[in-house]
């Protein structure tokens, strides 16, 4: 259990004024070198560590069903076995929900195009449970009040298998949930644009953090991989368009940045300006999040997805079919080579360049964090290689 200090439960939230509908200023001195860290970006030296967990598996995985248990145990063989992580510990794999309603796109369910499908969830929490963990906990932010089995029978899971597997657990993060406190999640000093997250305490009353996501572009962010998906932890009740209530679902559009109306924008943690362009202010919130819950293990759905954005909300939408998974133990270096595998030779690529656009690149400035390195010479790819799993989203 953290320290008491570090937890905050839903009167004294709203008593000490954090909730975004109370509008109560965030008091930052000018000094502050956290106030400083969005304009000047302080490098850290990547851990030994860290590179050493530089190594990413791929393997064909054409279809979903029983083929998916197959070919991530492939993967995690690769990685040289998930045991040694998962043994006797909790494992919390944060999913992703995108959006709302949920929809089928080009007569595809959700989970064949831009949500995490239900049938990789059922295999990975099989595979961790048969490797010793001692629970298995699937989590996110969803935006909606129906209990989590209703919600994930929407997207299209079989909830009925997922919840017969013995020690698997759900809860949707959007606020309280199953506890009494929120918690604080520190990030690293400095941090780009917060210095902690307040949070569900799933996040960290946990063992190994997972992120199951889609191999995807991203409108705002370029792509949305391993790391991004964890933008998804913070809770609507402090961070969303309704924030203040236990029962907000607003998503969370003013944690992209730039306020239309003018207004100060105001979260817990923050203590950077979040003023500015999406392009900015996404990416460095990207970095921020995993620094303050890293990422343990990365996994990364290439059997069917799309290209043209993150979901059905945005426009030049196309199917596409990789037919693979990738999973890694760095997220950097997992969204390295997922984005190579889209057809983008260098995801270290500067701003104002193909994926990055109009945006900074987070796996470049999660280089910077010392979260990981990105630059493909320096991982180690197994099983599939980069050339035999490309899979180019654009022409």
Known sequence: MPHQSHCINRRSFLQTGLGLAAGAPFLLSPTSPFAQAQD????????????????????????????????????????????????????????????????????????????????????????????????????????????????????GWDVKTLLAIKNVEIENTRNLGLSKTYTELKVPTPGFLFSSFTVNRSYEDTDVFVSLNKLKEHATAGITLAMKNVFGITPCTLYGADAGTEDAIGARMTMHGRNRRGEKITFPGLVGDMNQESGVVVPRTIVDLCAARPIHLSIVDGITSMRGGEGFWNSDLHPTAPGLLIAGFNPVSTDAVGAAVMGYDNPRAERGTALFESCENHLLLAEQAGLGTAELSQIDVRGLSIEEARYPYRS
């Open 40 to 155: 000047t970006i302080v490098s850290r030296p990547i851990s030994a560590e860290l590179l050493s967990n530089a190594k990413v598996a791929m393997a064909r995985c054409k279809t979903y069903g029983r083929e998916v248990e197959a070919s991530l145990k492939q993967c995690f063989d690769l990685l040289g076995g998930v045991g040694s992580l998962v043994k006797n510990k909790t494992v919390t794999v944060k999913v992703n929900f995108t959006g709302r309603p949920y929809k089928h796109l080009f007569d595809k369910p959700p989970g064949e195009t831009y949500l995490t499908h239900g049938d990789t969830v059922i295999a990975l929490s099989s595979l961790l449970l048969a490797e010793g963990a001692k629970r298995v906990r699937i989590v996110e932010c969803a935006y909606y009040t129906e209990p989590m089995p209703e919600i994930m029978d929407m997207v």
